[in-house]
């Protein structure tokens, strides 16, 4: 027989790159040569784990920001991590200007940071011309850019933030960064129609084919802004019937709508359906189990499914409750992109080291493989 030892350097990292995460990081201690193998760019590319894209839920806690926390789901290898939770130095930085989408946190008031969510180091960048909370945020990379280690940053609505005061009532510019060149360019603000809810609690975004759309939860308004010529297109109105709220996903290759909707028999269901970019028509593609939609739930209250949220990214969509009381139970939609078929799956629960908070978010992002496992064995992950 065999032994390992006597492998080849390529068929060693063949057999790792077979391996999940939480493996990964375990034998990446055994011995030197194979520290070396999982941690060199290059294993990066053998293995799928990149295709599938994780789940960060950020906890928030109002009184002492050393008792934020934040987890990350590996849908390959159906694991919850602890990240390391950044520390800012920045006292006076309101909880609710804390933000993270795709692969970043940010803080937005009064002055604007951003990290890497693995390997935190916070950036101060120029303030925003209008500092605000619970904007809309995305990352992007410019069509003509060359150096993609240096994404851009939008955005969109929000609530101004002065001095320690909020004004709703203000229509803010988009303002998107380049970190390259150091400064903000504005942009109009979000169309007239969503006056009446212009921040991320009532507002979803997407990020799809060099547009960045925001759809209204409630209102079903829907509009995209384009990021080359930089206007927005007109307003729409996505609304299924008996669609009660919803929120709208960039998928692979296709947007998805996805929201509870009440049937008049007087039963509730979680639907997906399929948005044409084009004519902006809706396309039913499936509905979540009664069972599982049920098992993020323990009561019959009326507006049990108020507390719903929903993310997603690449061919999946997760699902959540974010009622701390319910420990914030998921679940997970993998959309096939050849046929179309869902299969729908539970998430298991967080970890039980899990602090109280007063408010989680939550996003989807790709994960370099090389950027989770370069410094190994530190402290990057805890599962």
Excluded at 43 to 60: A, E, V
Aim: with cysteine; glycine share 4%; charged share 15%.
């Amino acid at each position: 027989m065999t032994e390992i030892t006597n492998l080849s350097s390529d068929l060693v990292e063949l057999i790792l790159s077979l391996l999940p995460i939480p493996n990964l990081i375990r034998v990446s201690t055994v011995c030197k040569l194979w520290h070396s193998i999982i941690s060199s760019p290059s294993f990066s590319t053998l293995s799928n784990h990149s295709n599938h894209p994780w789940f960060f839920l950020h906890g928030i806690h109002n009184i002492s920001s050393k008792n934020n926390q934040t987890f990350a789901f590996d849908p390959s290898s159906n694991t919850w991590f602890l990240l390391p939770t950044p520390q800012h130095h920045h006292p006076h930085q309101p909880n609710t200007s804390f933000i993270g989408t795709n692969s970043f946190f940010f803080i937005t008031a009064p002055n604007f940071l951003y990290t890497p969510i693995l390997h935190p180091s916070w950036h101060l960048a120029p303030p925003l011309h209008f500092p605000r909370i619970n904007p809309l945020m995305g990352v992007f990379h410019d069509a003509k850019a060359t150096n993609f280690n240096h994404p851009n940053f939008i955005v969109v609505g929000g609530v101004k933030f002065i001095g320690n005061l909020v004004d709703i009532e203000d229509r803010l510019d988009v303002e998107i960064y380049d970190p390259l060149l150091g400064n903000w360019d504005l942009g109009p603000p979000l169309p007239p129609d969503f006056r009446s809810g212009n921040s991320s609690s009532s507002l979803s975004s997407a990020l799809f084919k060099g547009k960045f759309y925001v759809f209204g939860i409630y209102s079903c308004f829907v509009s995209s802004f384009d990021l080359h010529h930089r206007v927005w297109s007109e307003v729409h109105t996505l609304r299924p019937h008996g669609a009660v709220f919803s929120f709208l996903v960039a998928c692979r290759e296709m947007l998805v709508l996805a929201g509870v909707c009440n049937f008049p028999h007087g039963s509730s269901s979680f639907v997906l359906w399929k948005v044409d970019e084009r004519t902006m028509r809706l396309t039913q593609i499936d509905v979540m189990p009664h069972d599982l939609l049920c098992s993020l739930f323990d009561g019959d209250e009326d507006d049990k499914f108020a507390s719903l949220k929903c993310v997603g990214l690449g061919d999946l969509i997760y699902v959540y409750n974010e009622d701390y009381h319910r420990m914030y139970p998921a679940c997970v939609c993998e959309i096939d992109a050849e046929s179309g078929r869902c299969v729908w799956r539970k998430v298991p629960p967080l970890p039980s080291l899990m602090n109280r908070f007063h408010k989680v978010s939550s996003f989807c992002s790709t994960v370099s493989l090389h950027s989770v496992l370069r410094e190994l064995p530190g402290p990057a992950l805890q599962f």
